[in-house]
């Protein structure tokens, strides 16, 4: 497939509106859809849909097929390992790819710490095994997680999340001793300080509310964080803001947690965001970019709190065979170019959209890491009102001329492209979104 989007007629095309019919009848109407794209076929940046139209995908699955889509070398290590064993539950037998990969997210993970590794097959199990492992550890059970962040819908992973109430609403009680602290957006700050007059409120709310009153330290487990909010709107916190926490952290005996799940697996140029901080989570949650779109989370642990006896936690497909193989081979790429390529457009498509917020009255702020861009769209830059309808018509004209973007948060578009993206289809992507954005 070439690499630059090819359309073919009028969106959708009639073999889209077909299955789109038929899955209106019979697939929970819980899902979200923006637009109506129907893929039939991915590879690297370019999807094809049911009608032949070619797409850039700047949404990569959700930020999973972080090695595009269906890399040769991820076809080529499942296909293999399909051939050879495609299930045999690491929970009761071994074999070498539950070893092998635990090695290396044991070795990759950040921080010069021994660590252990437990196996599930989404991000919200990768937190569920940490909520788990912190309240194992620790003997304590409360939690503190952060206002706009996203853990995942299952039970426990759903307490934390605290994105919109369209998520939780009806589904309660969720896990009690949960409370939330204001996550740093700095562009819209939750104290109304400027940047520069900053003492790390959000820090302080947990050090001198959270703790003094509902979360006592003798009763607090761990600190949940996604160290760049993803489906909060791709906002970037201060490095003072992980300082401080590991501080709070330490001193009061709290295990910190970071949520990879979307901002790992080299999305922001190097492995883990957290490195972008020099800071180093005792419990990390792993998944979406983790196996080139093979479902597979990974609870990375100090090995020192990984202790629970067998049967505490495990999981029947967790870790199966043709999941680690195509990780193995996905986190090989990420070592042996990716994460680099993923630095350097990251640094190009900043370059030109840096100015955006000078050139279209309607872009507030454009913020990222590596290839992890959110554009904040506001009414009016003055008073940052959000333009979540603005947003709305933006993703569907992008659809409308090739270019597939998700939003994230109420107002902001996201940039998560597959780390093989290159300049030309960088630059496609900037085009199709001022053409947009005028
Ligand atoms: C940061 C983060 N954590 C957890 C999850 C949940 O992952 P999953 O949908 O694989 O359960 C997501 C999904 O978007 C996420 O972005």
Redesign the pocket.
């Known amino acids: 497939m070439d690499g630059l989007p090819k359309l073919i007629g009028p969106l959708p095309g009639p073999r889209a509106r077909a299955i789109i019919e038929r899955d209106a009848r019979v697939v929970s109407p819980s899902y979200t859809r923006s637009y109506p794209l129907v893929a039939e076929r991915g590879e690297g940046a370019i999807i094809e849909d049911v009608d032949g139209n070619r797409f850039l995908d700047f949404s990569a699955g959700?930020?999973v097929v972080a090695t595009g889509h269906c890399h040769p070398r991820v076809v080529e290590a499942i296909q293999k390992q399909a051939a050879r064993l495609i299930h045999m539950s690491g929970t009761d037998f071994y074999y070498e790819g539950m070893a092998a990969l635990a090695e290396k997210l044991a070795e990759i993970a950040p921080g010069e710490v021994p660590r252990r590794v437990a196996f599930g097959n989404?991000?919200?199990?990768?937190?569920e095994g940490s909520i788990k492992l912190a309240r194992y550890a620790t003997g304590r059970d409360k939690i503190i997680a952060f206002f706009g962040?996203?853990?995942?819908?299952?039970l426990g992973?759903l307490s934390l999340t605290a994105r919109k109430a369209v998520q939780r609403g009806h589904f309660g009680p969720l896990l009690p001793g949960v409370v939330h602290a204001p996550y740093p957006y700095c562009y819209r700050c939750p104290f109304g300080r400027q940047p520069e007059g900053c003492a790390v409120e959000c820090v302080k709310h947990i050090e001198d509310t959270l703790l003094k009153t509902i979360a006592p330290p003798e009763e607090t487990a761990a600190i949940v964080v996604?160290p760049v909010l993803?489906?909060g709107g791709y906002v970037v916190p201060p490095k003072k803001f992980f300082d401080e926490l590991a501080r709070v952290a330490q001193q009061n005996g709290i295990l910190l947690i970071f949520?990879?799940?979307?901002?790992g697996m080299g999305r922001t140029g190097k492995m883990w965001a957290a490195e972008h901080f020099d800071a180093v989570p005792d419990i990390l949650?792993v998944?979406?970019g983790i196996a080139g779109g093979m479902p597979l989370?990974a609870t990375v642990a100090r090995a020192d709190l990984m202790t629970w006896p067998p049967g505490a936690h495990a999981s029947t497909f967790g870790g199966n065979p043709v999941c680690c193989a195509a990780a193995l081979a996905t986190i090989a790429l990420l070592e042996e170019g990716l994460m680099k390529n993923a630095a350097r457009m990251g640094a190009h498509l900043m370059d030109r959209m840096r100015e955006w917020p000078a050139r279209f009255p309607h872009v507030g702020e454009v913020r990222g890491l590596g290839l992890m861009i959110g554009i904040d769209l506001v009414r009016d830059q003055r008073t940052k009102e959000k333009a979540p309808e603005l947003r709305g018509r933006v993703l569907r004209q992008a659809f409308e001329r090739g270019l597939l973007v998700l939003g994230a948060g109420d107002n902001a578009i996201r940039l998560c492209p597959p780390l093989v993206i290159t300049r030309d289809q960088c630059d496609f992507a900037m085009e199709t979104l001022e053409e947009c954005l005028r």
């Open positions: 959700i930020a989404s991000g919200a199990e990768a937190i962040c996203f853990h995942g819908r299952t992973a996604e993803g489906e949520d990879e799940v979307q901002s949650a998944a979406k989370g």
